[in-house]
């Protein structure tokens, strides 16, 4: 092994896939991850799009290719796997990101439908899309997966079960993938993002997301999506090789406030 001081803090040339790139977490990774040099697969529903995120990281001298991808649809991953390789190479990193609101009553009629969405979109694609990806992580020797769930995956919110239960089940999928996939030297982590200014969020009116901000938060204040890709970009350096199942809150301190 390398000495620990001179191992790797780039991800200069690694090829890394994202699901729901093209808006709030996903987009600030994507362009995080091209300013760090890397090749980025952007992946995500609409191909208007996802051409804009491509666009602006090529007009910014970085290398994207973009593909449109339902994470929902299994051929459609196994499709949008062999084209990145075949554009980009072997692929080195992957951040499963892409999410929807998902909450509903028990009591409702409409809950069974909202639980099969939540668990279809946020936790069945994230190990379709590792095992399509896994011979390159293995063949990577620094392979990386970053899975965002969210603190709805520690904690829960009223009437939110079956987006609480499949951020749940992120964490779970995580901490197995970690054991199973260490023997190949692939790391497999979590992030929980606590209150983010998104896509997912804008709906909320200021004053309610500035009240919940103020009464939940140690920050008393939404994060920003780059504050994220800075974690999750953190997670995939070569260097972080010893850092494996964590969940790791980017939160502003709503998990540790208790008052
Ligand atoms: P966003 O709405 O800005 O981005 C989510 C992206 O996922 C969108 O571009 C959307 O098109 C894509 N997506 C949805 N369904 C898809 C599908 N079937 N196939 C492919 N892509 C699909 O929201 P945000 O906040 O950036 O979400 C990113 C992740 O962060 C999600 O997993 C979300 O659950 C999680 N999260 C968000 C928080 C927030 O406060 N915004 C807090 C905690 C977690």
């Known amino acids: 092994m390398t000495r620990i001081t001179t191992r790797s803090r780039s991800v ?9 790139a093209a808006s709030g977490m996903g987009r600030a990774t994507a362009f995080l991850f091209a300013d760090e040099g890397a090749k980025v697969a952007v992946t995500d529903l609409g191909a208007e799009r996802v051409a804009a995120v ?5 007009a910014a001298g970085g290398t994207a290719h973009g593909v449109v991808l339902d994470v ?6 196994d499709a949008a796997v062999a084209e990145i390789r075949a554009e980009l190479g072997p692929i080195d990193i992957v ?34 899309i590792v095992r ?6 293995k063949a990577s020797g620094e392979g990386r997966i970053v899975n965002i769930a969210s603190t709805e995956g520690i904690g829960a919110q009223r009437n939110m079960a079956p ?19 260490g023997v ?42 780059e504050e994220v890709a ?19 809150p980017v939160d502003g301190g709503l998990t540790a406030k208790n008052d």
């Open 54 to 58: 491509v666009d602006r990281i090529r």
């Open 132 to 137: 399509a990806c896994l011979d390159d992580l």
């Open 184 to 225: 190949h030297g692939i790391t497999v982590n979590v992030i929980c993002p606590g209150p983010i200014v998104t896509g997912m969020t804008e709906g909320i009116p200021d004053d309610m997301r500035d009240t919940f901000a103020r009464r939940r938060t140690a920050l008393r204040r939404y994060g920003e999506p």
């Open 230 to 248: 800075h974690m999750t970009l953190s997670l995939a350096l070569p260097a972080a090789s010893f850092i494996t199942g964590a969940v790791i």
């Open 95 to 128: 951040i499963n990101n892409a999410g929807i609101g998902a909450g509903s009553a028990v009591e409702n009629p409409g809950f069974e439908d909202e639980w099969f969405k939540a668990f279809d979109v946020m936790l069945t694609p994230h190990q379709r």
């Open 72 to 77: 929902t649809d299994a051929d459609a991953i």
């Open 163 to 181: 987006y609480t239960a499949a951020k749940h089940g992120v964490i779970g999928l995580t901490r197995a993938l970690a054991i199973d996939l």
């Open 12 to 20: 200069e040339g690694k090829v890394v896939l994202i699901t729901g």
